[in-house]
Nanobody, 124 residues
Framework: QVQLVESGGGLVQAGGSLRLSCAAS????????MGWFRQAPGKEREFVAT????????YYGDSVQGRFTISRDNAKNMVYLHMHSLKPEDSAVYYC?????????????????WGQGTQVTVSS
């Protein structure tokens, strides 16, 4: 079982930036993909981004493409989500998650461990 702890959320004005971090336990961090999802009140959990185990492949949800960047540091067991040009509709709880294999997808079923989440609020 991998333990995940997210941090870096907060309140930011529209157009601003934030960097979310996720620390993962375990000794085989580089063997699985990592992903970020988000969930706003009353809405389904939405795919944001995924990165492969090696870090060489990334994929983004349409709503964040070009504004968010996912990265990872396998030496530190960390994954990051760099968020720019934030909009009020980006407000949500953001969750870090581990893939079941070296490559992730946009489907929640491709992931098997979830963090507690970190709140991001973007004011207009």
């Amino acid at each position: 079982q991998v333990q995940l702890v997210e941090s870096g959320g907060g309140l930011v004005q529209a157009g601003g930036s934030l960097r979310l971090s996720c620390a993962a336990s375990g000794r085989t961090f580089s063997s699985y993909a990592m992903g970020w999802f988000r969930q706003a009140p009353g809405k389904e959990r939405e795919f944001v981004a995924t990165i492969s185990g090696s870090g060489g492949y990334t994929y983004y949800g349409d709503s964040v493409q070009g504004r968010f960047t996912i990265s990872r540091d396998n030496a530190k067991n960390m994954v990051y989500l760099h968020m720019h040009s934030l909009k009020p509709e980006d407000s949500a709880v953001y969750y870090c998650t581990t893939g079941r294999g070296p490559f992730g997808s946009s489907e929640k079923t491709a992931y098997n461990n979830w963090g507690q989440g970190t709140q991001v609020t973007v004011s207009s």
